[in-house]
């Protein structure tokens, strides 16, 4: 099993920049895809971003794409979400998640195909 604590989240104005951070502990962070999740009040989670095992394929949400990146260090057990051009509907409680297995190759978008999530962190971005 992998725990997982996110840090990073705050509240920005339109335009600005935060960088998201999911500290994992217990098993081999390298053997898990990672992915990052968001939910606004009253709306379902959604998909983010998510990343290979070892980091060489990304994807992304269309609403997301170009200004956000995802990124990890295996060494540091560590994966990060940096968030750029910040609007007010990017506002949410953002989430890491870990999947146990999958092809090294692979990204996972749907929320039912990770094992493990942080508790969460919020991101407040004020027009």
């Known amino acids: 099993q992998v725990q997982l604590v996110e840090s990073g989240g705050g509240m920005v104005q339109t335009g600005g920049s935060l960088r998201l951070s999911c500290a994992t502990s217990?098993?081999?962070?390298?053997?898990?895809?990672m992915g990052w999740f968001r939910q606004a009040p009253e709306k379902e989670r959604e998909f983010v971003a998510a990343?290979?095992?070892?980091?060489?394929?990304?994807y992304y949400a269309d609403s997301v794409k170009g200004r956000f990146m995802i990124s990890r260090d295996n060494a540091k057990n560590t994966m990060y979400l940096q968030m750029n051009s910040l609007k007010p509907e990017d506002t949410a409680v953002y989430y890491c998640?870990?999947?146990?297995?999958?092809?090294?190759?692979?990204?996972?978008?749907?929320?039912?195909?990770?094992?493990?999530w942080g508790q969460g962190t919020q991101v407040t971005v004020s027009s």
């Open positions: 998640a870990a999947r146990e297995g999958g092809h090294v190759a692979s990204v996972f978008t749907k929320s039912s195909l990770y094992d493990y």
């Open positions: 217990g098993r081999t962070f390298s053997n898990y895809p």
């Open positions: 990343i290979t095992r070892n980091g060489d394929k990304t």
